[in-house]
């Protein structure tokens, strides 16, 4: 890893990746790795997760983490108990992750979409567990929830969903459970629940907001898990698209990338307003 001297921007330098395949997958040709008797799960499952064998960090850092073994499941096709096997995977993989002592961040996420660089089609997320907590992450836990009802989504029993007031991205979703946990492990049952049907409805919101699935990344924010004295932190979900309209990109640009500063041209309040009043 190397840093940047000005700005301090920790950069992994990952050659290696360069040589991965780009996996068009054609379910009809048997060709996806994930697919059931595919090369990554040649048994049947209901969710699964592996070693990535194109890991971006050396000793075994990089998991993948399959959502169904239905090729076209997306997470508003999935039922609430399905999602519940997702979630139930997360928490049992940061547990076995966040034990060892070089690991201190676990970072589960999602990128969905051509779009975003998501070379397998198939449903699925990942898990990096870092050996420090990156800047970013660091700075997540202090985040705190804020009440706006001009930037609701929805609320369910246990989980709350909002956009956030200065969101960089043209979507932008922060989902949090209404009672403070730090990370996925802390989740009563009923917390894991609220997640899978706030998920689904979530979700099932953002591919309608354009009528058509919707380019996204998907990431925890959970607690640093080497710290020794306990904090504040507030586990909490962030979903982002870079689409401002229908397959209308917004691009992050010169006067962005050269400034730090962002020029978002969807109004946060009018976003969450459309979002409220997608529900089935
Ligand atoms: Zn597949």
């Known amino acids: 890893m190397r840093i940047d001297p000005t700005h301090g921007t920790k950069v992994h330098v990952v050659g290696s990746r360069q040589s991965r395949p780009v996996l068009a997958t054609n379910v009809a040709s048997g060709s ?3 697919c059931v008797e595919g090369l990554e799960a040649p048994e049947e499952y209901v969710v699964r997760w592996f070693p990535n064998r194109w890991p971006a960090m050396p000793d075994e850092r990089c998991e993948v983490v399959l959502y169904s073994p239905d090729h076209h499941a997306t997470w508003s096709s999935m039922t609430v108990a399905h999602i519940e096997k997702v979630i139930e995977l997360w928490v049992e993989r940061t547990d076995a992750l966040a034990v060892r002592d070089n690991v201190d961040c676990v970072f ?3 990128n969905r979409g051509a779009e975003l660089g998501a070379t397998i089609e198939h449903p699925h997320g990942q898990i990096y567990a ?3 907590m990156p800047t970013r992450s660091r ?3 202090t985040w705190t929830p804020r009440f706006d009802s001009h930037l609701t989504v929805t609320n369910n029993a246990s989980w709350r969903c909002a956009v956030p007031a200065a969101s960089a991205y043209p979507v932008a979703l922060e989902l949090w459970p209404t009672e403070q ?3 996925l492990m802390s989740l009563t ?9 706030i998920l689904h409805d979530v979700m099932s919101r953002l591919d309608r907001l354009y009528a058509t699935p919707l380019p996204y990344m998907l990431w925890i924010n959970q607690r640093d898990f080497s710290a020794t004295t306990t904090h504040d932190h507030w586990l909490h979900i962030e979903i982002v698209s870079p689409w401002r309209g229908p397959n209308l990109m917004r691009y992050i640009a010169a006067a962005e990338v050269g400034t730090g500063e962002y020029f978002n041209p969807v109004t946060p309040e009018s976003l969450a ?3 409220a009043d997608r529900a089935e």
């Open 273 to 275: 307003a459309t979002l």
């Open 32 to 34: 996806c790795p994930v």
């Open 130 to 132: 870092f050996d420090h």
């Open 108 to 110: 589960v996420f999602e």
């Open 189 to 197: 049952s009923q917390q894991r629940r609220g997640l899978a049907d």
């Open 139 to 141: 700075e997540r836990l």
């Open 181 to 183: 946990r730090q990370d």
